[in-house]
């Protein structure tokens, strides 16, 4: 019985050291390929070139320094000229060409930069198949959860070959949803709070498709707009105030502010105005690792006596050093 327990045991070792041998060789094959293939989000395969040297950005561009890719970015969407991380990351940004942006591409210019690829969203579909018809090759994303979007940054590692640095960047990521995860898992189901995000206009919701569903499972509350089986949608005011949600946190790009609804009288019904607990969220991408500080900014403001001890700015600076290359200070701070 030991000869054979012995006999196994060698065959288990000598097996697992031959898949480990086979996993290596795979992961070598895979990183000198000349070829990616990869279907996007519309049900489109592209075959690239890696790593690819000249890309155009219109999304996803919170990535390129997270990778240090600057070298490699020929364009980018006309909006990273005003977005906080870029212009500390890269003081001299107007030195890199536009050709618009994902909704409205200007193609002429757009050719004259001869990408090796084009990263954009899938807002427009017809504008993707316009580049597309012109031989430029397209990647569309649209992020629908968490893993998704780490999808999506593990497919940028691989394109640029930086593989590492987008796994560092993921392992960032998770330290600080890990920490919220630990103590969100404390809260007792009778004090879940209803939470919603408020998008473009104030009655338009972040509904049950989408990485803020996941970031208010993440955080333990309870999006009410979830059954609504759609990335957002537009509500009447009516079933907000049927929801009444305890908390109300704003895109951070929409063009009103957590004062203009904290002082309407639509909204003055609701628990989360009653109570001040109205916040507008930072301009960062939620596609980008900027959404682990937002994560934890946001089980702050919902569940504050669960997170009471913990240093919001200490954690951040750090994980701002460590992904990005720069402290926090050097963009806009999120608001109290």
Same mark, same amino acid.
């Not at 107007?94 to 990408?115: H, M, Q, T």
């Not at 919701?205 to 996941?214: F, L, R, S």
């Not at 701002?320 to 963009?331: L, N, S, T």
């Given at each position: 019985?030991?000869? =054979?327990?012995?006999?196994?045991?060698?065959?288990?070792?000598?097996? /697992?050291?031959?898949?480990?041998?086979?996993?290596? !060789?795979?992961?070598?094959?895979?990183?000198?390929?000349?070829?990616? &293939?990869?279907?996007?989000?519309?049900?489109?395969? !592209? $075959?690239?070139?890696?790593?690819? %040297?000249?890309?155009?950005?219109?999304?996803?561009?919170?990535?390129?320094?997270?990778?240090?890719?600057?070298?490699?970015?020929?364009?980018?969407?006309?909006?990273?000229?005003?977005?906080?991380?870029?212009?500390?990351?890269?003081?001299?940004?107007?030195?890199?060409?536009?050709?618009?942006?994902?909704?409205?591409? $200007? !193609?002429?210019?757009?050719? =004259?930069?001869?990408?090796?690829?084009?990263?954009?969203?899938?807002?427009?579909?017809?504008?993707?198949?316009?580049?597309?018809?012109?031989?430029?090759?397209?990647?569309?994303?649209?992020?629908? /959860?968490?893993?998704?979007?780490?999808?999506?940054?593990?497919?940028?590692?691989?394109?640029? %070959? *930086?593989?590492?640095?987008?796994?560092?960047?993921?392992?960032?990521?998770?330290?600080?949803?890990?920490?919220? =995860? /630990?103590?969100?898992?404390?809260?007792?189901?009778?004090?879940?709070? @209803?939470?919603?995000?408020?998008?473009? *206009?104030?009655?338009?919701?972040?509904?049950?498709?989408?990485?803020?569903?996941?970031? &208010? @499972?993440?955080?333990?509350?309870? $999006?009410?707009?979830?059954?609504?089986?759609?990335? $957002?949608?537009?509500?009447?005011?009516?079933?907000?105030?049927?929801?009444?949600?305890?908390?109300?946190?704003?895109?951070?790009?929409?063009?009103?502010?957590? %004062?203009?609804?904290?002082?309407? /009288?639509?909204? =003055? &019904?609701?628990?989360?105005?009653?109570?001040?607990?109205?916040?507008?969220?930072?301009?960062?991408?939620?596609?980008?690792?900027?959404?682990?500080?937002?994560?934890?900014?946001?089980?702050?403001?919902?569940?504050?006596?669960?997170?009471?001890?913990?240093?919001?700015?200490?954690?951040?600076?750090?994980?701002?050093?460590?992904?990005?290359?720069?402290?926090?200070?050097?963009?806009?701070?999120?608001?109290?």
């Amino acid at each position: 019985m030991v000869l =054979r327990t012995e006999l196994e045991v060698l065959i288990e070792k000598t097996f /697992s050291l031959i898949v480990y041998i086979l996993i290596i !060789i795979a992961i070598t094959v895979t990183s000198e390929a000349a070829t990616l &293939f990869y279907t996007d989000k519309m049900g489109r395969t !592209i $075959n690239i070139s890696v790593p690819v %040297k000249r890309a155009v950005f219109f999304i996803t561009y919170e990535l390129i320094p997270a990778l240090e890719i600057w070298d490699s970015v020929v364009g980018i969407g006309r909006w990273a000229y005003d977005n906080d991380l870029m212009r500390a990351t890269k003081p001299d940004i107007e030195k890199i060409p536009s050709a618009g942006s994902g909704s409205d591409v $200007n !193609i002429e210019s757009l050719l =004259r930069l001869k990408p090796d690829l084009v990263l954009t969203w899938t807002y427009k579909p017809e504008t993707v198949r316009f580049m597309e018809e012109k031989q430029l090759k397209v990647i569309a994303i649209y992020p629908e /959860s968490l893993s998704e979007l780490y999808e999506v940054m593990i497919l940028h590692g691989k394109l640029f %070959k *930086k593989e590492a640095m987008m796994e560092h960047s993921i392992a960032k990521m998770e330290e600080i949803f890990g920490l919220v =995860r /630990s103590r969100a898992s404390k809260i007792p189901a009778n004090k879940k709070k @209803k939470a919603l995000w408020l998008g473009g *206009k104030p009655t338009s919701v972040a509904c049950g498709i989408g990485v803020t569903n996941d970031i &208010f @499972k993440l955080i333990n509350g309870i $999006n009410p707009a979830s059954s609504i089986p759609q990335r $957002n949608a537009d509500v009447p005011m009516e079933r907000i105030i049927a929801w009444n949600p305890d908390i109300i946190f704003i895109w951070g790009n929409a063009s009103y502010t957590a %004062k203009s609804i904290l002082k309407s /009288s639509q909204w =003055r &019904f609701i628990e989360a105005v009653k109570e001040g607990k109205v916040y507008k969220a930072p301009e960062w991408s939620t596609w980008s690792p900027r959404l682990a500080p937002i994560a934890l900014w946001m089980a702050m403001k919902t569940y504050p006596e669960y997170f009471c001890d913990i240093n919001f700015e200490k954690i951040i600076d750090d994980f701002y050093r460590k992904v990005f290359g720069i402290p926090y200070r050097m963009v806009k701070k999120i608001e109290d």
